[in-house]
Every structure is written in C-alpha cells, then in structure tokens.
C-alpha cells in the first residue's frame, strides 16, 4: 500500500554508500498528509478539462452529492481548492462580524488555531481552555452557553496535537438549543470517524483532504446549515475568496467561483468511490480498530497513550515519551535508519510525546510496521524493551476482530 511512497526514478549514483532501494521505500506514520492510494494517483493523471465545461458541472456535482454522503447531510456542500485553514477561516469570516461574541473550546493547538483565527478577524472571543490531553467538559460549555448569548460555538472535533476526539452529538445538541452556530473543524476526523453533520445539528463542518480522505494536500470541504445561511445573509463577510455567497451563487451550475484544482478533483472521485464501496459504518469500524491495535501494542511495551481511551481518537494516536527518551531523538532514528514517519508534539506537548497518524489509506500491517518500528527505535535509544512485544498485542487484538467479509480474489 505504500507503493505510491516509493521512488521509482533514481540513478546509479542513488545505489552509492548506504543508499539501498528499500531505503528509499518511505512509510508515512504522520497525521497528514497520509498516503495516497495507488487508484487515486492514477485518477489524478487525466487530462485536466475547462472548469467552466458541463464536463467540469457533471463532475463536480457528483463529487458534491458524494461528499454529502461522508458528511451524512443533505445541507449545502463546498469543495474547495485549499487547505483546511482556509476553511476553518471560511467558516468564520462569513458568519461572524467583528465584535461579536464566540465561544473558542480549546483542548490543543489545532483548536487554538480555530481561535486565533476568530481572534484576527475581530471577534469577541471567550476562551474555555481545557487541559491538553483530555476532551471538552460539556458541563462548563453548558454554563458558558446559559450565561451569555454567542453568536457562534469552535470545536476540533478531533484534536491532533492530542489523539483526543470530542463528543459532537452533546456539542450539537446544546449548541442548538441557542442562537449560536456551532463551527466544526473535523479536519483530521472526517471519513475516518462518524460525523452525523443533520443528526447532530453541526452548522458549519470543514475538513481537508490530506488526512483520512486518502489525498494529497490542497482540497478541503465545508458543508452549511439552513441556520448558518441566514447568518451569513446578515453577516458582512470579510473576505473575496472565502466568500460563501460567492459559491453558493455558482454551485446551481456546477461551477466555483475561483479556479479549482481539477487534477485533485479527480483523485477526490476515486477516493470517495473507494470509501463509499468499503461503505461508511466499515471504514469507521476499521479505523476504531486499527486505533485500538495500536493502543494496545503500545501499552504492551509500557508506554503511555496521551488520550484516556473513552476519548481516544479513532485517526492519531499521541504517546508520551518513557522515561529517559527523547521523542525527538527517537523520530530522527526511525526516519534515517528505517524511513519510518512519525509526527511530534506541539506547543506544550512538544519535546514530551510522539504522534502515529492512522488514517485513510491503512490496514493492519501499517499497524504493525509501525509499532515494530517504534520498538526498534526505543530499542536502539537503550530502552529495555521487548522486541515484539508491541506487534503482539496488536496482532492479538487484530486477529480477535477480524471482520466477516475477508479479501477480495
Ligand atoms: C485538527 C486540525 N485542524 C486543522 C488543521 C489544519 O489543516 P490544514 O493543514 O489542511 O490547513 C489540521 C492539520 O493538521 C488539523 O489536524
């Protein structure tokens, strides 16, 4: 599955010193971008066409009514062609004027963002932080929304920086009871945990594509709520390419207001298809499970999950650093030595824990490479541990959950 990792292209002087061709095989353990499966490369290789083509208005159609199926809505629906930022930016710029009071819950650094943002774009922000590690209390967001009328709600709904994923049916269900409009950034969540964007009542749900939705960087989405709407009809939006009442007025064609990225709309079809065939309760289930094989292998050599395991995200997974060993140092090794990338920690975290991404386009034995890989790692960083010992329990915990369909051929 990491085919698409490999360097195909290198010359003779690559074959020189230690360079080996399986050295050069690279495995993609960070929270995103994640790896991009070989049909949805391929895809992205057709001729690119005119983005004011019926061809374009057929195609992106389609991957609208697509992408309201992961997001399990039938409100309005966006592709955008930039990251995630920019949506969570989207989002806010359009419904929230300066010197309006927001609600910013913060559990990480992908939440502070969502607030600094608001806080840039001149809102009166009210911050509830929480401590790293731990999900949002609803209790206290319960409070907050009792004492004061906000004009609209901020959640990660899975932190990265954390592995911690919060509850957003609660969040939905008292966002909605008040006028406030709840801004979801399900950036590193979405197509990888059950968003129920009209069960829930989420107003405005943004994401990218470079996580579980199998793409390279460069697309995200962001689907509107009916209440959301009549916000962003009384909201002096700040902002030209972000505007949402710009692409509301094109999407009846078909069309985006600005040039998209054609050759990522492609790669987006053929992954939706391929999340859509796996079908949406099987990919959540294989996405819990994978999480739990590696919760299990790392406990199995001792280590700590940062996240307590109610709130443990289904997509990253951080993990503190034992006793006496640099996650930085350790990174460094399984990077050089074994072409193994994980991710670090930040802000407050940062220097303390180590982060596996497990998203997207992975199955049981990225689990397993990844946990042999950290084993070697804190092996050779002197920490007594039991070779083996971590891929056993995930191999145990994976054998005991196999599910009924099997493999194909
Ligand atoms: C939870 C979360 N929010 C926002 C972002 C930012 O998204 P992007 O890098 O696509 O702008 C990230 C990226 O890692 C994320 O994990």
Redesign the pocket.
């Known amino acids: 599955m990491f085919g698409a990792r490999v360097f195909c292209f290198f010359s003779l002087n690559d074959m020189e010193g230690d360079r080996t061709v399986a050295k050069d095989k690279e495995y993609l353990f960070i929270?995103?971008p994640t790896p991009v499966p070989p049909q949805v490369m391929t895809a992205m290789t057709k001729p690119i066409i005119g983005h004011r083509s019926g061809e374009f208005s057929r195609l992106y159609r389609d991957l609208v009514k697509k992408m309201q199926k992961v997001y399990q809505t039938e409100n309005d629906l966006f592709i955008l062609s930039?990251?995630?930022?920019?949506?969570?930016e989207m989002a806010l710029a359009n419904t929230v004027n300066p010197g309006e009071k927001v609600l910013s819950l913060v559990t990480g650094h992908?939440a502070q963002?969502?607030n600094r943002i608001a806080t840039v774009l001149g809102a009166d922000v009210d911050t509830l932080d929480f401590p790293w590690g731990g999900p949002v209390d609803l209790d206290m967001v319960e409070n907050k929304l009792r004492q004061e009328n906000y004009r609209a709600v901020l959640v990660?709904?899975?932190?990265?920086?954390t592995g911690v994923i919060n509850d957003l049916a609660a969040l939905g269900q008292l966002t909605a009871q008040t006028d406030a409009l709840l801004l979801v950034?399900a950036?590193?969540?979405l197509g990888g945990a059950d968003i129920k964007t009209d069960e829930y009542q989420l107003d405005l749900v943004v994401t990218?594509?470079?996580?579980a939705l199998m793409l390279p960087?460069g697309l995200?989405a962001i689907s509107v709520s009916s209440k959301a709407w009549e916000r962003v009809e009384k909201c002096k939006a700040r902002t030209v390419y972000f505007s949402l009442a710009d692409y509301r007025q094109l999407i009846a064609k078909g069309h985006t207001p600005w040039t998209p990225a054609v050759g990522l709309l492609y790669g987006l079809e053929a992954a939706l298809d391929m999340i859509l065939a796996e079908g949406l309760e099987e990919v959540f289930r294989r996405h819990q499970r994978l999480a739990q094989a590696v919760r299990a292998g790392m406990r199995a050599l001792g280590l700590k999950v940062v996240a307590p395991e109610e709130c443990a995200s289904p997509t990253v997974t951080a993990v503190w650093a034992p006793e006496g060993v640099n996650p930085d140092e350790l990174r460094r090794f399984l990077r050089e030595e074994l072409g193994v990338y994980m991710s670090g920690g930040k802000g407050s975290l940062a220097g303390k824990v180590f982060r596996f991404g497990h998203m997207g386009y992975v199955g049981e034995f990225d689990i397993i490479t990844g946990l042999a890989a950290v084993e070697m790692g804190l092996a050779k960083l002197g920490r007594g541990v039991q070779l083996g010992a971590g891929v056993a329990a995930a191999q145990e915990l994976l054998l005991h959950t196999l599910g009924k369909g099997g493999r194909k051929g």
Do not use: C, I, L, W
């Open positions: 929270p995103g930039n990251s995630g930022t920019g949506a969570m992908f963002r969502f990660t709904h899975n932190e990265t920086s950034d950036v590193s969540s990218s594509s470079q996580k960087p995200a």
